[in-house]
């Protein structure tokens, strides 16, 4: 089944350490997102890529950076995660924007930082 | 911009009871509307979404909404509930035309109990 796939689905860092998550998905869809949701709380964008056009929220905070080194895969990389990075972090595709802008969602991998 | 109110944080229900998860917005432009089910530690999936044509939508699991544009609201109803049905429910919109973003309302905890 095509799908969206996270890796790891838990991860645990120390305070200013840095990690990379993972996020592959077999759809071939044009756009990949990563979303930030906090405890209780809704999903946040944090950036999208369109194919290799990287698109950065305008609050998103610089120490959350990303890399789509081709279709399938995209990274979301934590430069210093600090307490309040601790949250569940979701991966999305979509073939496109308009009426096909329909997300898919991967499974999320959840955040502890020590 | 847009901005989407889910009006209750919590919904209490018995199994077999129909449900109704509410949900309004407010956008200067046209949009359109998804719920999202998230059970405990994964990811979101999409239970229906409105683009255009028919108010009334079907989707999966036995969920359905109504768009009603002059309220602009998209509830949710289930005519009976299961326990499996347990889950956070988010209301989501997204701008027409060659927007890409997905802002959530801040869920709806639906507890379905025997």
């Known amino acids: 089944d095509a799908m969206v796939i996270q890796n790891p689905r838990y991860q645990v860092t120390q305070f200013g350490k840095p990690v990379t998550l993972s996020c592959s998905q077999t759809l071939n869809h044009n756009v990949m997102y990563w979303y930030q949701q906090k405890s209780s709380q809704a999903p946040k964008l944090l950036f999208h890529?369109?194919?290799?056009?990287?698109?950065n929220e305008a609050d998103t905070p610089d120490n959350f950076q990303s890399r789509r080194p081709n279709t399938s895969f995209c990274f979301l990389d934590i430069r210093s995660p600090g307490l309040g990075d601790a949250a569940m972090y979701l991966c999305?595709?979509?073939?496109?924007?308009?009426?096909?802008?329909?997300?898919?969602f991967g499974p999320g991998t959840r955040l502890t930082v020590l | 911009a847009q901005s989407v109110t889910q009006l209750d944080s919590q919904v209490p229900v018995f199994e077999e009871a129909p449900v109704e998860l509410r949900c309004n917005y407010s956008?200067?432009?046209?949009?359109?509307l998804f719920w999202y089910v998230q059970y405990p530690n994964q990811g979101l999936q999409l239970l229906l979404k409105y683009l255009s044509g028919s108010t009334l939508v079907k989707g999966i699991n036995g969920f359905e909404a109504e768009f009603n544009k002059s309220q602009t609201s998209f509830h949710l109803r289930k005519p009976s509930v299961h326990i499996s049905d347990t889950a956070e429910y988010f209301c989501?919109?997204?701008?027409?035309?060659?927007?890409?973003?997905?802002?959530f309302g801040k869920g709806t905890s639906l507890l379905v109990t025997p």
């Open positions: 989501a919109v997204s701008p027409m035309g060659t927007g890409y973003a997905l802002n």
């Open positions: 999305a595709t979509s073939r496109d924007f308009g009426t096909n802008n329909e997300q898919f």
């Open positions: 956008s200067s432009v046209s949009v359109y």
């Open positions: 890529y369109y194919d290799k056009d990287f698109n």
